[in-house]
């Protein structure tokens, strides 16, 4: 049971443009949201995150909104550029601090 | 690069065998934690180690077993290796106990292939 679903497998979209990254969960205990971004051949790094306590978290050409009724976030980038062709993994985590991760969505940013 | 390493790179194996993957965390941090992508299941956590005792324990198999020592640096031993058990395996490290999800550095993993 995923308790944690990115329903994209990929995305592609034009250099300069704004790529919207979807992510939903299941478990209401979840107080905590992470990205991350992961290279091939490399682990995932860290991207950004948000507390269940906001519903945005701005850094840059990255905003990650939390619409905690729906039980979405998603991971805005803006404009986007080819570095950003990468694999994005969606986490959550509870007071146990354990990172429940999505299948990820590969995002092509093409020139 | 994290500073997390991971040995070795690509591991090729039969069925049945056992295997052990080495993880050195960065310098100065306590905490390793062990996942596990496999294709149709993302990221599992399987195990957290801090300060050379078992923190936290995820989605580890019995067959599994890992362990931290005083140098801090862990191993992940996986036994009668089955071929579901080819994926890969990513190695962890953060500073202190809490594990914030955030400040989690990832070594570059180790594809483990059963063949």
């Known amino acids: 049971d995923q308790q944690v679903k990115q329903n994209s497998p990929s995305l592609s979209v034009q250099e300069g443009r704004i790529s919207i990254l979807n992510c939903d969960y299941t478990?209401?205990?979840?107080?905590?949201f992470l990205w991350y971004k992961k290279y091939p051949a490399e682990g995932p790094t860290f991207l950004i995150s948000i507390s269940s306590i906001k519903d945005k978290n701005e850094d840059g050409r990255f905003t990650v909104f939390l619409n905690k009724s729906a039980k979405h976030l998603s991971l805005h980038i803006v404009p986007s550029q080819p570095g950003d062709s990468a694999v994005y993994f969606c986490a959550a985590t509870g007071n146990n601090r354990k990172l429940i991760w999505g299948l990820g969505t590969s995002l092509a940013v093409n020139p | 690069d994290s500073g997390v390493t991971q040995t070795p790179k690509h591991l090729i194996t039969a069925t049945g065998q056992r295997v052990t993957l080495r993880c050195s965390p960065r310098?100065?941090?306590?905490?390793v934690y062990w996942y596990q992508q496999s294709l149709d299941q993302g990221l599992q956590f399987l195990i957290q180690y801090y300060n050379g005792e078992e923190r936290a324990k995820g989605n580890i198999l019995e067959r599994f077993s890992a362990q931290q020592f005083p140098d801090l640096h862990s191993e992940l031993n996986l036994s009668s290796l089955e071929l579901g058990d080819s994926a890969l395996y990513f190695c962890?490290?953060?500073?202190?106990?809490?594990?914030?999800?955030?400040?989690?550095?990832f070594g570059p993993g180790t594809r483990l292939t059963v063949l």
């Open positions: 478990n209401s205990m979840f107080d905590y």
């Open positions: 962890a490290s953060s500073v202190g106990d809490r594990g914030d999800p955030d400040t989690q550095y």
């Open positions: 310098s100065g941090d306590l905490s």
